[in-house]
Nanobody, 127 residues
Framework: QVQLVESGGGSVQAGGSLRLFCAAS????????MGWFRQAPGKEREGCAV????????NYADSVKGRFIISRDNAKNTVYLQMNSLKPEDTAVYYC????????????????????WGQGTQVTVSS
């Protein structure tokens, strides 16, 4: 069992930056797919980014590519999401998720593929 706790959310003006943290406990994040998802009010939960912790390979949603960076520190059992050039449409609750086992590149953003979830952290971007 992996427990995930997100932090780092807050309020920021458009164009600003935030760094989200996902601290894992109970088991290692090594050899797992670690994803960041977000859910805005009235919308479906969508994948933002994923990283395979063994080799650092990443994937991003088109909506955040070039602005967000996912990274991990296996020794600290922590995954990060650096969010730059934030826009009002980035406003959402951001969730960290973990999956064990193979995940094909085309399905990384499918929330049903992930076994463990954190409680989420709110990000609000004002114009």
């Amino acid at each position: 069992q992996v427990q995930l706790v997100e932090s780092g959310g807050g309020s920021v003006q458009a164009g600003g930056s935030l760094r989200l943290f996902c601290a894992a406990s109970g088991d290692t994040i090594s050899s797992r797919y670690m994803g960041w998802f977000r859910q805005a009010p009235g919308k479906e939960r969508e994948g933002c980014a994923v990283i395979y912790t063994s080799n650092g390979v990443t994937n991003y949603a088109d909506s955040v590519k070039g602005r967000f960076i996912i990274s991990r520190d296996n020794a600290k059992n922590t995954v990060y999401l650096q969010m730059n050039s934030l826009k009002p449409e980035d406003t959402a609750v951001y969730y960290c998720a973990a999956r064990s086992g193979y995940l094909s590149g085309g399905t990384w953003s499918d929330k049903m593929k992930y076994n463990y979830w954190g409680q989420g952290t709110q990000v609000t971007v004002s114009s």
